[in-house]
């Protein structure tokens, strides 16, 4: 008995060490790691979402990175350990079995609601799983739940903060957290930087995928768009939104966007035009150490919009990462300029103007396509946050994006000549700047030039590129031409695999 009860202590003792060596090497596990465990039966997806699902519940009251927590997230990894022990088709996917957090403007038709962080949509009831989740699904990834974002993907009010919603109040930056989150992908980007998560989805209309990544030290790709379908998706506009994976590592991006690109018959015509980008075979076998060799990098000067401005201070501050480049192999070239820059600039500027009365038609649309919703229109949003929204924040923050984007009544004449502004300018700027010019890639700092990239459709990726004295991260980002993604995905890696500037952000300093 006593030989017996000695025995059971050491087992025991010896299946929780076990245990906890899983949460440890959970933490900043990649993909890759987390299949290899799977593989050796040395992780199972149940002990995966038991363990994030704990993070959550611990992180979340400091970070407000996550609106809600699927209640079938248990479930779904129970089936996936089955489909994993059967070896079915789908379990050879690389994101089988792999935890996920959708922004909570991407819509899931199960028991969580898809809302923008506002109250207005809340017991809203979707028609379908958003595109991108339809990948997911099939690809056997596991929904664990919404992550927190600016309300209305920072499209509600002119100067409410980064990161602050109704439904979950404002998001914490994990590494300093008096420094802005960025953009409206906040959830998504402090989940995965704290661990609260394997990989998330973002989205962004102008910088909410790149900016967020930049300022919590994770990598994002912002898609050309028409990549990922954006049916599903709470629009802004279907001009410049798409979706894209925010994630730790660069690798771990492109196993997400591999499961997520592709023909949505709901987003048909952006879908089919794009998906003749998709390389046959996928995007992993862009991923290459040496992926700066003889690429051909633009940096620009006295140009804000297009990244770099003449700045001595940002241009010193880079100036390692320059000579990074260049001991990779990558040429870069310097000093760009931008012919007929001010014209150019001048037809940018229609940027607002276009998103406002894109916005009204684009939401009442989706609005009216739900199965059930307390609004059907952007003046219903507008009568809801006035009579029943968080008062004192409304009155803090307004609603004048929502309230100029009203006023507006469709395209006409004005409207349409906006629009050709923003197509002249991106043809005129940055295409003709990026072949004139050979470039492989445009690179700036942080995510200054998403606008860009946002107004004309095209791709970018941000990296972790270090840390301010203060300890807040900063990016680097690499743009390109529309279907650039192969090019964009090699100089990236071969930067990350170069650097490894990423460190995870300092939890137990915090709590």
Same mark, same amino acid.
């Given at each position: 008995m006593t030989i017996s009860f000695f025995l059971f202590i050491l087992l025991l003792l010896q299946n929780i060490s076990s245990i906890t060596s899983y949460e440890f090497n959970i933490r900043e596990a990649t993909i890759h790691d987390i299949q290899t465990a799977?593989?050796?039966?040395?992780? &199972?997806?149940?002990?995966?979402?038991?363990?994030?699902?704990?993070?959550?519940?611990?992180?979340?009251?400091?970070?407000?990175?996550?609106?809600?927590?699927?209640?079938?997230? !248990?479930?779904?990894?129970?089936?996936?350990?089955?489909?994993?022990?059967?070896?079915?088709?789908?379990?050879?996917?690389?994101?089988?079995?792999?935890?996920?957090?959708?922004?909570?403007?991407?819509?899931?038709?199960?028991?969580?609601?898809? &809302?923008?962080?506002?109250?207005?949509?809340?017991?809203?009831?979707?028609?379908?799983?958003?595109?991108?989740?339809?990948?997911?699904?099939?690809?056997?990834?596991?929904?664990?739940?919404?992550?927190?974002?600016?309300? $209305?993907?920072?499209?509600?009010?002119? !100067?409410?903060?980064?990161? $602050?919603?109704?439904?979950?109040?404002?998001?914490? %930056?994990?590494?300093?957290?008096?420094?802005?989150?960025?953009?409206?992908? &906040?959830?998504?980007?402090?989940?995965?930087?704290? %661990?609260?998560?394997?990989?998330?989805?973002?989205?962004?209309?102008?910088?909410?995928?790149?900016?967020?990544?930049?300022?919590?030290?994770?990598?994002?790709?912002?898609?050309?768009?028409?990549?990922?379908?954006?049916?599903?998706?709470?629009?802004?506009?279907?001009?410049?939104?798409?979706?894209?994976?925010?994630?730790?590592?660069?690798?771990?991006?492109?196993?997400?966007?591999?499961?997520?690109?592709?023909?949505?018959? %709901?987003?048909?015509?952006?879908?089919r035009k794009a998906s003749k980008y998709i390389p046959k075979g996928g995007y992993l076998k862009y991923l290459k150490s040496d992926g700066l060799k003889g690429k051909r990098l633009g940096i620009v000067k006295d140009y804000p919009l297009f990244g770099f401005a003449n700045d001595t201070t940002t241009l010193n501050k880079f100036k390692k990462h320059f000579d990074i480049l260049r001991r990779n192999g990558a040429i870069l070239i310097e000093n760009l300029e931008i012919i007929k820059f001010n014209q150019i600039i001048s037809m940018l500027s229609g940027e607002t103007i276009a998103l406002l009365f894109e916005f009204k038609i684009a939401l009442n649309a989706y609005l009216k396509e739900l199965v059930a919703s307390p609004v059907r229109s952007l003046a219903d949003v507008i009568s809801f946050n006035k009579k029943f929204a968080d008062l004192e924040m409304i009155k803090k923050y307004g609603q004048g994006l929502f309230l100029e984007s009203e006023k507006t009544n469709g395209i006409g004449r004005l409207e349409k000549e906006v629009l050709m502004n923003l197509t002249k300018a991106s043809k005129y700027g940055f295409e003709k700047l990026m072949k004139e010019n050979k470039l492989d890639a445009l690179v700036t700092p942080n995510s200054d030039g998403s606008p860009v990239l946002a107004i004309g459709g095209y791709p970018g990726i941000s990296i972790p590129a270090g840390y301010d004295t203060n300890g807040a991260p900063y990016g680097i980002c690499f743009g390109g031409l529309k279907g650039s993604e192969p090019t964009l995905i090699e100089i990236a890696y071969g930067f990350e695999q170069a650097t490894k500037f990423r460190k995870p952000p300092p939890i137990k300093e915090q709590l």
């Open positions: 799977f593989k050796h039966n040395k992780l &199972t997806s149940k002990i995966l979402v038991d363990f994030y699902i704990r993070e959550i519940q611990k992180l979340n009251p400091i970070y407000k990175a996550v609106i809600e927590i699927n209640p079938d997230a !248990i479930h779904q990894a129970e089936t996936a350990d089955q489909e994993r022990k059967t070896n079915s088709t789908k379990s050879r996917s690389g994101l089988h079995g792999i935890p996920v957090l959708i922004k909570d403007n991407i819509a899931t038709k199960d028991k969580l609601n898809t &809302t923008a962080g506002s109250y207005a949509l809340l017991n809203s009831v979707v028609p379908r799983d958003a595109g991108v989740v339809k990948k997911l699904r099939e690809a056997g990834a596991i929904i664990l739940g919404k992550a927190s974002l600016s309300e $209305w993907a920072n499209f509600r009010s002119f !100067i409410a903060p980064s990161g $602050w919603n109704a439904r979950a109040k404002q998001a914490v %930056n994990p590494y300093v957290a008096t420094v802005d989150p960025c953009g409206s992908s &906040t959830g998504s980007a402090i989940s995965v930087a704290t %661990n609260m998560v394997s990989v998330s989805l973002g989205t962004e209309t102008d910088g909410s995928i790149l900016c967020p990544s930049s300022a919590n030290s994770v990598v994002g790709i912002k898609p050309t768009l028409g990549l990922t379908s954006r049916a599903g998706v709470i629009p802004i506009s279907p001009r410049q939104d798409t979706v894209g994976p925010i994630c730790r590592t660069v690798k771990d991006a492109v196993y997400v966007l591999d499961s997520i690109v592709g023909f949505d018959k %709901n987003d048909a015509l952006a879908t």
